[in-house]
């Protein structure tokens, strides 16, 4: 939509430029009527013209032509030799027309409408590479909480085999096999759910994932997903850096290079209704030459045409709009340069903050994974239980998680980053 809205903008272009193609004029035409001088006689006429005519961008209007006037004439400035006359003129505005007019103000805006609808692009291009970026990395966390589900259960299935074992030779107790069981079934549950969350996120990602050829790319699998460890490890940004990244930003998002384009836009339309409020003054020089028999040789119009609305409501009105557009794109161009110093900082807050988490979450992690073990410890020396390990393993694959959300957070936020600095 957003490439099909800049095609649309050079196609705007192209056809407001048609405006001042040169205009090719011809027609002939024949006519029998009454005589004006001895009624009740019939007479005829045949007129043929043919002339060029070119507008200029500042409105100045040129043409060049020829007629042929045979018969009887019905006005005395239509007459012409038999040869036909031939002239060539301009006509130019003095006053309002002349630098701005409605044709030249509709295709200067189309021109700043094509660099307008590829900054508007540009922004639509963020948008969807944040939406893409953000599907992908929700998509890597389900994949490894998957992973993690299924070695947990992995886990549970080994020991209650060798639990049930056990209890049918006598060595533990029967109950403790069945809670065994009772693990499994209840990891096999949260499996499942966590093969559910991977669908759903595969079938968000998979709508921004499309082939060289343009046809739609395959859902995602599950082998696709990069394990924990091949991920970089979370870094903070330095308060150097934060400085740069807000001039980054400044330098590089489509929103401000697009406030100005649209500021362009409304002065053209105040400068045409500030011109419009001048008097209509039109001098016309024709010199033209009369050829054939019956002709007079050098021929010459010139004149004048005035007109001037004594309200002007519609110039004035027009103008009052556009200075109030002005107005307001001005304070937009200010509170946008200080929103995108605002995004940028909060971006910034939110990566020194997920990697904090993530060195949290990591510690958490590391921590239940030795309390697990020394459970573990405990249950083959006779002094756990296997409820407490069931609990142990249970938090430790929480933990797990945690580092897969706060990893995936920390990315989302660097994306973020780059989107509020225009660098993606």
């Known amino acids: 939509g957003a490439q099909a809205d800049r095609q649309a903008a050079t196609a705007r272009r192209v056809s407001r430029q048609g405006a001042f193609d040169l205009n090719l004029l011809s027609g002939s035409d024949f006519q029998r009527y009454n005589s004006t001088s001895q009624r009740g006689k019939n007479v005829t006429l045949t007129t043929t013209d043919a002339g060029a005519e070119l507008l ?247 004149g004048f045409q005035f007109s001037l609305p004594l309200e002007r409501r519609d110039a004035t009105g027009r103008r009052d709009e556009a200075d109030l557009r002005l107005e307001r794109l001005s304070q937009d161009a200010a509170l946008l340069r200080r929103q995108i110093v605002l995004e940028v900082d909060d971006a910034v807050s939110a990566v020194n903050r997920a990697a904090e988490r993530d060195n949290a979450t990591v510690r958490e992690r590391d921590l239940a994974q030795q309390v697990e073990n020394r459970e573990r410890d405990r249950l083959r020396l006779g002094e756990g239980t296997v409820f407490l390990l069931n609990q142990r393993e249970r938090t430790t694959a929480e933990a797990a998680q945690k580092v897969i959300d706060s990893r995936a957070e920390y990315f989302q936020a660097v994306l973020s980053l780059q989107v509020a600095t225009g660098e993606l």
Do not use: C, H
Not at 148 to 174: F, T, W, Y
């Open 56 to 302: 200029l961008r500042n409105g100045v209007r040129l043409y060049a032509g020829a007629r042929l006037n045979t018969g009887a004439v019905k006005a005395p400035d239509s007459s012409t030799g038999t040869g036909g006359e031939y002239v060539v003129g301009v006509r130019v505005p003095l006053f309002r027309g002349f630098g701005a007019n409605p044709r030249a103000a509709s295709e200067q805006q189309a021109i700043l409408g094509e660099p307008l609808a590829t900054e508007q692009f540009r922004r639509t291009r963020l948008d969807v590479l944040e939406d893409a970026g953000s599907a992908y990395w929700n998509w890597v966390a389900a994949g490894q909480r998957l992973q993690v589900a299924r070695n947990l259960l992995r886990v549970a299935e080994v020991r209650a085999e060798a639990l049930s074992k056990r209890a049918e030779l006598g060595d533990i107790p029967r109950v403790d096999a069945i809670e065994a069981g009772q693990e499994v079934a209840r990891r096999q549950g949260l499996l499942i759910q966590a093969e559910r969350g991977l669908q759903q996120a595969g079938f968000r990602l998979a709508g921004f994932r499309w082939e060289g050829s343009g046809s739609p790319a395959p859902v995602p699998t599950e082998a696709e997903v990069p394990p924990v460890s091949t991920l970089p490890e979370p870094e903070p940004i330095s308060a150097a850096m934060v400085e740069t990244a807000r001039n980054a930003a400044l330098a590089t998002r489509p929103e401000v290079p697009a406030n100005a384009l649209q500021t362009r836009i409304a002065r053209v339309d105040r400068d045409l209704a500030q011109n419009d409020t001048k008097p209509q003054v039109d001098f016309l020089f024709q010199p033209g030459a009369d050829t054939g028999n019956k002709s007079i040789g050098d021929t010459l119009k010139v």
